[in-house]
């Protein structure tokens, strides 16, 4: 049924369609209408579930450890230092093979302190073991929870997912969203039976320590898990689009106006939907250039990437982070798909903006088409302010 | 796949760790034993074996020899002897 | 019990470790029907090293820091699954996963009042990593990370209160125990089981790796420190004390002899006579002495 919806609350309804047993969440701006609402939800009676208020994002996540290791489908959400500081529990939660799925409403990171967006929060987790999704709009970051559920759960994969929606212009932003349907909720996501428990009908320890004898080929397992994990996402959406009716193609990447394109951004996210726009609008002018949006950043769709985009002679990546002090994180991952290859872009540059909530405008996205040429550059930052970079005269 | 790492108690036969035993070695002498059953309950080891008056025993492929179970024992029961040979035999 | 024993031999402690036997008392009180969360520390690292595992119950550990978080989620699964009445929950730790790096995760278990006994094993230090100087090593203690030397006399701090901080919590129950101790120990696991909320019993257990005694003096080395004041057992239910070991108190000097970790302190009356404070102090407030 479609809705005029704020992201928070379609989020939150769907994570109630979802039916986990244990919330658990600590507050952190712009993450909370989406804890808020399920608590509400919990205290109406709506939703039978747990909610464990907890005393930090660090607990929050053990407690979603707890739950989910004892075999209950478990929920949590966060955002930016609320990441960082349960980071810890991330990579652990990875490491146990638990099925858990978060959001993360993708904000800056501090300092200096800013509760705008960007995706270096959740980016700077991109090795923790978790499979991360990167919506576009709300209808995509509803579904995608629907498809992380079933894809964390598969006895094939048993790994977390983390959803990522950008703060503010996702959560807080009202769009209409086709909200899917209980019954067919229930359809495509079945109650969860875990493969190990915490019970005391069969005692089992979880967590145990591993000597060099053995710990590498856990490592290795997950590895090799989110690899073959490209594939059963593909096959999840094909599943999904038939239960609901919606058009994805592999949720690996989506190809915009990119077949014949000369130049072509990749980026990942809401930006993506000016990027489109200002797509639209370059090719109304004649000008043959495109947008290669990656919906999974881990695991990496280096082959679909390569595919898409082996006869674009240019690309110019956007990244909404940036690993200070080397390439910015996409235009990493874009260059590793094409090294070696016999075809390829002739230029990969790559740009970074919208840092801390800046507004990539049209004007910015043509910015990049111009500024990418023959000649190659690396993590060229865009719109930044000349005046706040000259000598600060007030010392 | 590989892991998940976990273990069900009944897969675990513990590591025979009366192999990295002091010295020492509790003797149970069998004489006094009333059968309290502090040796059993104090041994960090949980392997003392037993229900009836001098018929207690430690289990000696666990055993480290710390000498709680002589120091616990009310009727001085138990002896602390010297190995007389080493490794996994002893 | 015996055949199916919830806390087996051939883990990997050392030999005459106090806080094996503690472990193993812990859970037989609790029973088969038990969940326990595992902080980082010894006993985790001797009890599950893969493939193996001491623990007949259902046990997880994940962090350093985290067991009553973890447990916590455990808790709230049970009631999920209405499976809580039949199953306990224990959360265990090291002292300084306890009261130093897990005390923001204990505060918050506490305070959210779940059904959970949070067990401390108190071995004063951090042991799993060399003997380092915790929040619960006692004044004047010799440790790696507190060493004495010509300008100290050791750990420049007496133990952090931790059953006063889970008191000012309001739980229902608060308690001391000591592996010297076995059978007090068992009764007080076995009491705060019965009781619904959250439960913090701290254990003293030796180490004779890190407070330097031969492993056959666990036991009058654990009981000397009860005995002379310095590790009054006690238990608080809903806030009021209701029992403590009384005692007619030894010299802290015999306590301190005992061990390597004092050893700097006993040609040196003046620190002695701190300790003995300390000790008297107990003694005062829990009324410990044994009227005659």
Not at chain 1, 69 to 74: K, L, P, Q, Y
Not at chain 1, 227 to 240: P, R, T
Not at chain 1, 355 to 374: K, N, P, Q
Request: aromatic share 8%; hydrophobic share 40%; charged share 25%.
């Amino acid at each position: 049924m479609k809705e005029f919806i704020e992201g928070s609350h379609a989020i939150a309804q769907i994570i109630k369609a979802c039916q986990p047993g244990v919330i658990s969440a600590y507050p952190i701006t712009p993450q909370t209408h989406i804890v808020e609402d399920l608590a509400q939800l919990v205290a109406n009676g709506e939703l039978k579930a747990q909610f464990v208020n907890v005393e930090s994002e660090h607990s929050a996540a053990s407690v979603v450890l707890g739950g989910s290791a004892t075999g209950v489908r478990v929920y949590t959400a966060t955002s930016s230092q609320g990441l960082f500081y349960m980071q810890e529990v991330v990579f652990n939660i990875a490491g146990m093979r638990l099925p858990v799925v978060m959001t993360c409403a993708n904000r800056a990171i501090s300092a200096p302190i800013n509760i705008w967006n960007d995706q270096q929060d959740s980016i700077s987790l991109r090795d923790a073991g978790w499979v991360q999704i990167y919506a576009e709009d709300n209808q995509e970051a509803v579904d995608f929870h629907l498809i992380a559920y079933r894809l964390a759960e598969d006895k094939r994969v048993m790994l977390p997912v983390m959803v990522c929606m950008d703060g503010f212009i996702l959560t807080h932003g009202m769009e209409t969203v086709d909200m899917p349907e209980q019954e067919k909720v229930n359809k495509f996501l079945p109650n969860y039976k875990p493969l190990y428990k915490l019970d005391p009908a069969e005692p089992t320890s979880m967590g145990l320590l591993a000597d060099p004898d053995y710990y590498m080929e856990t490592r290795f397992a997950i590895q090799e898990t989110l690899k073959a994990s490209l594939g059963y996402l593909s096959e999840i959406s094909q599943e999904f689009n038939t239960v609901f009716g919606r058009n994805y193609k592999d949720l690996l990447v989506e190809e915009y106006q990119t077949k014949d394109a000369d130049k072509v951004i990749v980026a990942m996210g809401s930006v993506c939907g000016t990027i489109k726009e200002a797509v639209d609008q370059q090719r109304a002018k004649g000008k043959k250039v495109g947008l290669l949006r990656v919906i999974t950043f881990r695991p990496f769709p280096y082959a679909r990437v390569y595919e898409a985009l082996k006869d674009v002679p240019r690309v110019a990546v956007l990244d909404k982070a940036v690993s200070l002090g080397a390439y910015a994180p996409i235009a990493v991952e874009m260059k590793a798909a094409f090294y070696g290859k016999k075809k390829g872009p002739k230029v990969i540059s790559s740009f970074v903006g919208g840092l801390g909530g800046r507004d990539i405008t049209l004007e910015s996205i043509d910015e990049v088409f111009r500024r990418l040429t023959a000649k190659e550059v690396n993590s060229d930052f865009i719109d930044l302010k000349p005046e706040l970079l000259k000598e600060d005269t007030r010392r | 796949m590989f892991g998940p790492l976990t273990v069900k108690p009944a897969e675990s036969k513990g590591d025979k760790t009366g192999s990295w035993r002091t010295q020492v070695r509790p003797h149970y002498l069998h004489k006094d034993c009333i059968a309290c059953r502090m040796c059993l309950i104090i041994c960090p080891e949980g392997c003392v074996h037993g229900k009836e008056k001098n018929a207690f025993w430690a289990d000696y492929n666990f055993c480290k020899g710390c000498g709680v179970c002589a120091d616990i024992c009310p009727k001085k029961d138990i002896a602390m002897v010297v190995e007389e040979s080493k490794g996994e035999d002893k | 019990m015996e055949n199916s024993p919830l806390f087996k031999s051939g883990h990997t402690a050392c030999a005459g470790c106090g806080q094996a036997i503690a472990a193993r008392l812990v859970v037989e009180a609790s029973g088969a029907n038990t969940i326990i969360a595992n902080n980082t520390g010894c006993l985790e690292v001797f009890s599950t090293k893969y493939p193996e595992t001491a623990w007949g119950v259902p046990w997880i550990h994940s962090l350093f820091e985290n067991a009553a978080a973890v447990a916590s989620g455990i808790e709230a699964a049970l009631i999920y699954l209405g499976k809580k009445d039949t199953i306990n929950v224990i959360a265990q730790g090291g002292d300084g996963s306890t009261a130093d790096i897990g005390l923001q995760a204990l505060s918050g278990m506490l305070e959210r009042g779940h059904d959970i006994l949070y067990v401390c094993y108190d071995n004063e230090a951090y042991m799993n990593t060399g003997v380092q100087r915790s929040g619960l090593t006692p004044f004047d203690t010799n440790t790696t990370t507190s060493p004495s030397g010509a300008r100290s006399s050791g750990n420049i701090r007496p133990k952090k209160p931790m059953p006063e901080i889970c008191l000012a919590h309001g739980i229902p129950y608060v308690a001391c125990a000591s592996a010297g101790f076995p059978q007090d120990l068992t009764r007080k696991v076995k009491k705060a089981i019965s009781i619904k909320g959250p439960k913090y019993i701290q254990v003293h257990v030796p180490c004779p790796l890190g407070w330097r005694h031969e492993t056959n003096q666990m036991l009058p080395v654990a009981k000397l420190a009860v005995e002379t004041g310095l590790y009054p057992l006690f238990e608080y239910e809903n806030g009021v004390l209701t029992g403590r070991k009384q005692i007619t108190p030894k010299p802290v000097e015999e306590y301190l002899k005992t061990q390597g970790r004092f050893k700097h302190l006993l040609n040196n009356p003046e620190e002695i006579k701190k300790i003995q404070e300390i000790a008297d102090n107990n003694i005062k407030k829990y009324n410990l002495r044994l009227e005659i």
